[in-house]
């Protein structure tokens, strides 16, 4: 019996391991065809990608310019996460930061000052994270009550939030001073300081955004795994069925999941209007929004596995720049990367499943075929 | 009297022209959804296409001749199709998940390709008009009807089409039971992978031809991101189509109305208390009227493949 338990634990690590393998495989052949891509455009792909690490490591402020550029992603890839897990694919993490954002903004260039100084900030991004929740729950309602596809819905919500973003730009929200100089540029007057996020670090605008996102994974994990709320919601995404049979709400849950998910990437607006850019201009965080769906995937939509994946992100994003100046690719280029990790991590799970599926073949056979199993597992 | 008879009349002509790019995106999805698959990778295939069709045409470019503008859009567009169905059906990928990667990639890769190889400004001129001898003469009718371009004839043909091969033929029938009840269709020896690769390429190939009209027949130009959703709107109208061609084409030329708005409101300076109408308003129209569609679509069940989204693994099912 010892023997056989042993096994199941040997068994156990590998099962656990071997996602993160197959993950990091897909990564490298997205790489790989990324290296192709570069080749076919006249670029040299090791001096690219080195020229991308540079640009990510370098120097210090690099490497805190990443950290400042993986913030919003990160609390993006979390919202994703918790969708996910309810179910529910949130395509519309674009539309809910800019919305997130945008509100932010208003509130604290309307409010700034007829509020104590100490609370400017803390409520402005609660208004963030509550509008960037109102963008999320529209879709989630819709497909909890009237059988809506979420992806296509979330998808369009981007567009109308992205032409919301520009008429409030270039109309009730602009920047006094571009209509006084006549230019007319379509972005928000800057917000009062007393809205901004406390900076740790100028060159790199790196600010305490970093830590309330890394707070909120652990947060989300908390909530997914250890209460009944997070329960519930794993629940609804495993089995609708099941789970309505158990006596849970599905369609409540459902909204929950999207509804949550949206109030983090509304966060990320916010976090990311206060802390690096303080002011809404056109093409504010444009693509954060798919990215980050791209890290929640990236961190097998797991709350703390995206820490590590919006980090990864974060380099690919910030070394892009390096990158763009020193071979002159252009920075669609990590579009590109990004679409095949998405296609070959999505594609690594069929071999993750049929290698657990062989493996749960084996377990079954014959007892006698124990020591098998573990000269097997420990090659 | 004639200037608003005249305004409508030129109205009704472009909302054909401009159904075309949803047209073909939305028939080549109903084929792919048919067979029991979600290609929501059409955003990108749309905008592969749209750069290699103004590419091959333009001066700058290669200078072909447009239609083989729209071959090589449609070659392309069927080698994406081909990459989704190894994807989608033999890896048996998450296809929410696995079309957003497509839509992605080619996002990306038409940008980066438009900024290498076209310097960022590309134009060209595309299709002519044809004027259809006799039929062009009637008043009204024939303005509208009958002196578009080749492909707003070719898209409308492609309706009657896209019916009669999937009502009438062998292949029709497998991609109807392959979408409806893979395990059985696999039983009666129709090779369900197959069919799914073969609607898969089809699909890619109509979304390559869709961005080609948008850039070729439509506009003339190329630019980042030209589609703004497009695809994901097509994909949109099979549901709200109800998985049949006929009411997809009345859906893509209402589509195609609520496109125009912003433009017409622009030429002919509608205002609403004397104020201009802010033009971003305007554009938001389509997305909105999309998700009320599928709100409403949910009615229209009748034809949807039991085996939508579902992937086959044969003994699995």
């Known amino acids: 019996m010892a023997v056989s338990s042993k096994n199941r634990m040997g068994g156990d690590w590998w099962a656990a391991v071997m996602p993160l393998l197959a993950t990091a495989v897909a990564f490298a052949l997205a790489l790989l065809v990324g290296a192709f891509v570069l080749l076919a455009l006249g670029a040299d792909p090791i001096q690219a990608y080195a020229a991308l690490l540079d640009g990510a490591f370098g120097t210090s402020t690099n490497l805190l310019r990443v950290f400042t550029r993986s913030t919003p992603l990160l609390l993006v890839a979390i919202g994703v996460c918790i969708a996910f897990r309810g179910g529910v694919i949130n395509i519309g993490a674009e539309g809910q930061l800019f919305v997130g954002a945008v509100t932010a903004t208003a509130f604290s260039l309307a409010f700034a000052n007829s509020l104590p100084p100490f609370t400017v900030g803390f409520l402005t991004l609660l208004v963030g994270t509550l509008a960037g929740a109102a963008w999320g729950a529209v879709p989630g309602f819709l497909k909890a009550r009237f059988d809506v596809n979420e992806i296509l819905s979330t998808v369009m919500m981007n567009e109308i939030a992205i032409q919301l973003l520009l008429f409030l730009l270039s109309g009730p929200m602009i920047d006094p001073a571009q209509v006084a100089q006549g230019t007319r540029v379509p972005q928000s007057a800057r917000l009062p300081e007393v809205a901004w996020l406390l900076e740790l670090d100028s060159r790199s605008a790196l600010h305490i955004g970093v830590l309330i996102a890394i707070a909120m994974a652990v947060v989300a994990w908390i909530v997914l795994w250890h209460t009944t709320i997070g329960y519930r919601i794993r629940a609804v995404g495993q089995n609708k069925d099941a789970a309505r049979y158990a006596g849970i709400s599905v369609r409540r849950y459902i909204t929950l999941a999207m509804t949550l998910s949206g109030a983090l990437a509304g966060l990320a607006g916010a976090v990311h209007v206060q802390g690096a850019e303080h002011r809404m201009v056109e093409g504010f965080a444009v693509g954060y929004g798919f990215s980050g769906i791209v890290v929640a995937l990236f961190g097998r939509l797991h709350p703390l596995g995206a820490i590590p994946a919006a980090f990864l992100f974060g380099v690919l994003l910030v070394g892009a720049d390096k990158m763009q100046r020193t071979v002159q690719v252009p920075t669609a280029t990590v579009i590109v990367l990004q679409g095949l990790v998405v296609i070959f991590v999505v594609s690594s799970d069929y071999f993750v499943r049929r290698w657990l599926a062989r493996r749960a073949a084996r377990a079954i056979q014959a007892p006698a075929a124990a020591p098998v199993v573990k000269q097997e597992a420990g090659v | ?317």
């Open chain 2, 1 to 317: 009297m004639n200037d608003i008879l005249a305004i409508f009349i030129e109205a009704a002509a472009l909302t054909l022209l401009y159904s075309t790019p949803y047209l073909y995106a939305a028939i080549g999805e109903l084929f792919v959804q048919r067979s029991g698959v979600l290609n929501l990778g059409v955003e990108g295939m749309m905008l592969m296409g749209a750069f290699t069709a103004i590419y091959a045409i333009s001066p700058d470019g290669l200078g072909f001749h447009p239609l083989v503008g729209v071959l090589f859009a449609a070659a392309v567009g069927a080698l994406m199709g081909l990459a989704a169905a190894v994807v989608n059906v033999t890896f048996q990928a998450e296809q929410g998940i696995s079309g957003i990667g497509f839509s992605l990639f080619g996002l990306g890769l038409s940008s980066l390709l438009f900024k290498v190889l076209a310097g960022g400004v590309i134009v060209a001129r595309g299709f002519d008009p044809i004027f259809i001898p006799v039929l062009s003469d009637i008043p009204i009718v024939g303005r509208i009807l009958f002196q578009q371009n080749v492909m707003v004839y070719a898209a409308f043909a492609l309706v009657p089409i896209s019916v009669w091969v999937l009502n009438r033929t062998r292949w029709g029938l497998q991609i109807r039971a392959v979408g409806q009840n893979p395990a059985a269709a696999d039983t009666m020896g129709v090779n369900v992978v197959r069919v799914r690769y073969m609607t898969l390429i089809l699909g890619g190939a109509l979304a390559g031809i869709a961005g080609a009209a948008l850039s070729t027949a439509l506009t003339g130009i190329f630019q980042e991101n030209m589609t703004e959703g497009k695809g994901f709107i097509a994909v949109a109208l099979v549901y709200f189509g109800g998985w049949s061609p006929w009411r997809v084409m009345g859906g893509a030329l209402l589509f195609s109305v609520a496109n125009n708005l912003q433009i017409w409101a622009q030429i002919y300076d509608l205002r609403i208390a004397g104020t201009p109408i802010p033009p971003n308003l305007l554009i938001m129209v389509p997305y909105i009227l999309t998700i009320a569609v599928l709100i409403f679509a949910r009615q229209r069940r009748r034809l949807e493949p039991a085996a939508l989204t579902k992937p086959f693994q044969r003994g699995e099912n």
